[in-house]
């Protein structure tokens, strides 16, 4: 059946959006419409679904929707994506997160773990990885193990090893993996002040404070209203002059917390938070 | 050789302008930016296949050389007339129904992120007939695709004439799936925007 030229009508997302709400407790509601279709309609077309199927299947069948999870939420990172933003976090944050007795940080929405790993080989070269603990969260369970492995293929290694130069770091990023054939695995000791455990911003609460909060390109996937949400969140989980870290092409838009956060780097999207 | 009656009328009362394009794209960007007048009173959306990692000039010469407001795709911005869209690279660029733009990094299409099948499609399921979508000189096929959703939803759709694109694989696949209302040389498709 092919689903792409027939196309899903609103009555029919919310209806999908209301069983897996009821029968698994996660809300899509709140999420972008365009993307929630766009991602509903390629995962009818991989597993050669009708929308009726899809629904009988999220219904009785409760492996499916793990990965039903996966192919829903967008799970494509890099290592070192967007340098410019890594650049100015070497110049703008790091200096300050220095003077902490320990710096603790959340990568929130952290899929398979690049992102993690990426902040612990920056700690390190900066001398900081010792007292620092990153917390790795996403809502999904299936990209949190591969995120724990820290093994990736040395391809992508490779495709990241441009990022890495732009950077300003020194050596390759290899140089922080053990190749075995196509397996790059992360060096042990960069795995050591890492933690990986499932957490939804949608729906659950603060579990720590923190002095960086790294979440870039999450919002994207969110409305507004959800994004002033999980701000909040953010907010009470940080330290205060805590950073927090959105995507590129992320802003902080509402009045209220543009009040709440200073803007550390408008370009990359860095903020810090004011007052207690 | 004046445009026809027909193809003037759907351009003047489409609402939204998407140009999409790839190697050898760019000149033709160019020209089309300068043409467009200040009254275009339609929202324009670029998406031209670009590298991520490097601050490219392409939004400062457009608008340098723009009589409208020029600005990259940023997350949740609303779509207005008399603007000027970019794509940003390394993200997809998504319509949303109530009129603003959605981001998405999910996987490249064609080797392309952004890919312009994503956003004309997105277009195609927002904007239906109310689009004039062009689709210019590329190495690729994307875009073919999206411009197909375009035409079947009633959008006009035109494809640079394979025959005067540096590169004409991006047209040659959209006319093969029969994606073009009119195939048009670069000289044309200026005349045409300037009609309105």
């Known amino acids: ?276 | 050789m004046a445009p026809d009656k027909n193809i003037t009328d759907r351009w003047n009362n489409s609402e939204i302008l998407l140009l999409g394009g790839s190697a050898g794209s760019f000149k033709l960007l160019f020209q089309i930016i300068k043409i467009l007048p200040a009254d275009l009173n339609k929202a324009v959306i670029i998406i031209i296949h670009r590298k991520k990692n490097f601050a490219s000039e392409i939004e400062k010469l457009f608008a340098e050389n723009s009589r409208i407001p020029l600005f990259e795709i940023n997350d949740k911005i609303k779509i207005n007339k008399n603007t000027i869209y970019i794509a940003p690279a390394n993200y997809h660029t998504l319509i949303e129904d109530d009129g603003y733009f959605a981001l998405d990094v999910s996987e490249p299409l064609w080797y392309s992120k952004p890919s312009i099948d994503v956003t004309f499609e997105s277009a195609a399921e927002t904007y239906s007939d109310r689009c004039t979508a062009i689709l210019l000189s590329g190495a690729n096929q994307d875009g073919a695709q999206g411009l197909l959703k375009l035409r079947n939803a009633g959008s006009l759709t035109i494809v640079q004439d394979p025959n005067d694109a540096e590169m004409p694989e991006m047209p040659d696949a959209a006319i093969k799936i029969n994606a073009a209302d009119y195939i048009l040389k670069a000289n044309e498709i200026y005349e045409l925007l300037r009609s309105c």
């Open chain 1, 1 to 276: 059946m092919d689903v792409s030229t027939q196309g899903l009508t609103t009555e029919q997302i919310t209806e999908i959006i209301d069983l897996v709400k009821k029968v698994h407790g996660f809300d899509f509601s709140d999420y972008s419409k365009a993307s929630f279709k766009r991602r509903l309609t390629r995962v009818m077309m991989i597993k050669k679904l009708s929308f009726y199927d899809l629904k009988h299947v999220l219904l009785n069948d409760a492996v499916f929707f793990q990965n039903f999870l996966e192919e829903i939420t967008v799970n494509v990172t890099e290592m070192f994506r967007d340098p410019s933003f890594y650049k100015a976090l070497i110049s703008q944050a790091l200096p300050y997160l220095s003077t902490y007795q320990h710096i603790k940080i959340w990568s929130a929405g952290c899929s398979s773990g690049e992102e993690v790993y990426s902040l612990t080989i920056l700690l390190n070269e900066a001398g900081l990885k010792d007292k620092s603990f990153i917390y790795g969260t996403d809502i999904n369970t299936v990209v949190l193990k591969d995120a724990r492995k820290g093994i990736y293929s040395f391809r992508n290694v490779k495709t990241y090893a441009e990022n890495y130069q732009l950077c300003g770091l020194k050596g390759s990023l290899t140089d922080h993996f053990t190749v075995l054939y196509d397996a790059a695995t992360i060096h042990n000791e960069l795995k050591v002040n890492t933690l990986f455990s499932v957490h939804n911003l949608i729906s659950d609460t603060i579990f720590n404070e923190f002095q960086l909060i790294s979440c870039r390109n999450v919002f994207i996937y969110f409305e507004t209203q959800l994004q002033e949400k999980i701000l909040d969140l953010f907010y009470k989980s940080l330290c205060p002059h805590g950073f927090l870290c959105l995507g590129s092409k992320e802003t902080i838009r509402s009045d209220f917390f543009k009040k709440k956060f200073k803007a550390v780097n408008q370009k990359e999207n860095i903020y810090q938070k004011i007052g207690a």
